[in-house]
Every structure is written in C-alpha cells, then in structure tokens.
C-alpha cells in the first residue's frame, strides 16, 4: 500500500479495545486519517494510521468506513503476519503506539 509506504503481508490482525482505551480509540478515529480507496469495488473504503505494534513491527490501523462497524474493534495491518513475528495468541494484550 503505497499511501503508508509497506508491502501488506495478506489479511489483518484484529483487535478488542479494552473499555478504558475506548474512549481514545474513538477520539484517533475522528482525527484525519490517511484515505484507502480499494482497487476492488467489493472492498469498503478506509481511513489508516501509522503505528508501532508491540513496539517492535511498523503498521497501519485500518478503520473500515462502513456503518455499523464495531466501536471496539481494530484492524492492523503490517508488512508480516504479525500473529507469528510476535508470537500473538488469542486473549493477548498487543501494544499499538500511533505514530
């Protein structure tokens, strides 16, 4: 994805927001974002956020522009399945910093 200068590895992470980040979940997605217009008309179009995950992988937060998404859920994208670079298991707890 050009826009956010990386390769994205194949499909998300997705991610829970705890009840006590919720409030800053919803006041980063009414920032301006990075706009994703997807090459396939079957895809929904997206606002993006740089971000540093775990402090260890460079990536993006995909907000999907589509009524009725999950208040509580984050999408993250990165160059390399993340799930095996840092070993993430379902009902684990995962950094993600904004850059």
Request: glycine share 6%; aromatic share 6%; proline share 7%.
């Amino acid at each position: 994805m050009s826009k956010l200068s990386i390769d994205v590895y194949p499909g998300t992470l997705n991610l829970e927001i705890t009840d006590e980040d919720l409030q800053t979940f919803e006041t980063l997605k009414a920032r301006e974002g990075i706009e994703i217009t997807p090459e396939q008309p079957t895809f929904c179009n997206a606002k993006c956020y740089p971000v540093l995950i775990s402090g260890q992988v460079k990536g993006a937060i995909v907000f999907p522009l589509v009524q009725d998404y999950p208040k509580n859920k984050m999408e993250l994208i990165a160059p390399v399945n993340v799930r095996d670079t840092l070993s993430v298991k379902a009902g684990d707890m995962v950094e993600v910093e904004v850059l």
